[in-house]
């Protein structure tokens, strides 16, 4: 009797200590969990001008969105979906430095679209894996910067400036003359340091060696499929192909997939598919008598990039 009694207690301590662990301290395999997909498209920017031309991503969009799926207890892992051409320098590091914090503390997988070039494979390098389609243009490793010389279009329209300068390159930037050796050296040596940056992120983010990629990183676009051959993608696929690769590297057998909104716009925004901000500005320039081309040429003309980019060189953006 006395046996069977110091069994039962023994089976009571045991069960009420069963009750009293924490659930988090048990280690199991979880076979459900959300993945988080995070849209990114546009130009990458810090915002402003910018707007005007279309969609941004801006590193403000991006921390709202990551700081979200860090702090969700239930989802195990992130996909961003990847589609840009590029942009500023200063925005494509934030980023890219966003990226890295996050997958410390859950997976993250980048899902190329269309495009995810230059800037948008810069802020894709250091994800834990990259998926493209096999059409997908990226690549375009490389740094772009151009100052325009609006001297003989100004003797032109019968317009003369005046400048005045305290330094002996601060108009180097203004377009209103050529440059001469010595500044189009020093803009030089700018846009290799950037080079060189684009370069280390590439081969620390891919796991490549730094001269391998040094040759890879012509400015050319290549295919996901010449990508995925050179080392710069790892798997060829789309958003679906992602989620089961986030899902297979969190170890969830049964994701629940939650699609993450941008942050809200204006339903006037969400209509004319551009920020009120550049709607004011189309208007201003709608009464001062120009119509939609004087407004690209405007837009040219005023946002030429003197500070060196992440950007498809196809067309002159701020």
């Given amino acids: 009797m006395r046996k069977k009694k110091m069994i039962l207690v023994a089976l009571a301590v045991l069960l009420l200590a069963v009750m009293l662990v924490p659930a988090g301290c048990v280690a199991v395999m979880p076979s459900g969990g959300k993945v988080a997909v995070i849209s990114l498209s546009g130009t990458i920017t810090n915002g402003g001008s910018y707007s005007f031309l279309g969609s941004t991503i801006t590193p403000g969009s991006v921390r709202e969105q990551l700081y979200k799926a860090e702090k969700d207890a239930a989802v195990k892992a992130i996909v961003l979906r990847v589609d840009s051409p590029g942009g500023q320098v200063v925005p494509s590091e934030e980023i890219s430095a966003m990226v890295e914090e996050a997958k410390e503390s859950k997976p993250v997988v980048v899902s190329m679209g269309s495009m995810a070039a230059s800037g948008g494979y810069y802020i894709s390098a250091k994800a834990d894996k990259i998926v493209a389609f096999p059409g997908t243009a990226t690549g375009s490793i490389g740094v ?3 100052i325009p010389n609006l001297k003989g279009l100004y003797e ?3 317009i003369e400036m005046q400048t ?6 601060k108009d180097m930037y203004s377009g209103l003359r050529e440059l001469t050796p010595e500044e189009k050296e ?3 040596q700018m846009v290799d340091v950037y080079y060189e940056q684009f370069v280390d992120v590439v081969a620390e983010g891919r796991e490549l060696d730094k001269e ?3 040759d890879l990183a012509t400015g050319q676009l290549y295919t996901g499929a010449e990508a995925k051959e050179l080392g710069l993608v790892d798997e ?4 679906d192909t992602a989620i089961n690769l986030a899902s297979e590297l969190a170890g969830v057998t049964s994701p629940e997939v939650e699609y993450y909104k941008p942050p809200d716009k204006s339903l006037l ?9 550049s709607l004011a500005y189309a208007i201003q320039m709608r009464l001062l008598g120009l119509d939609g081309q004087d407004m690209v040429l405007l837009q040219v003309l005023n946002y030429a990039y003197p500070e060196p980019q992440y950007l ?3 067309t002159p953006l701020p």
């Avoid at 060829?236 to 958003?239: D, E, Q, W």
């Fill in 236 to 239: 060829l696929g789309g958003l």
């Fill in 312 to 314: 498809i060189s196809f």
């Fill in 212 to 214: 391998e990629v040094r």
């Fill in 269 to 277: 925004e969400s209509l004319l598919g551009i920020s009120l901000d």
């Fill in 164 to 169: 005045f300068t305290g330094g002996k390159y």
């Fill in 144 to 146: 772009i910067s151009q």
């Fill in 186 to 188: 020093i803009m030089q």
């Fill in 156 to 158: 032109k329209l019968g």
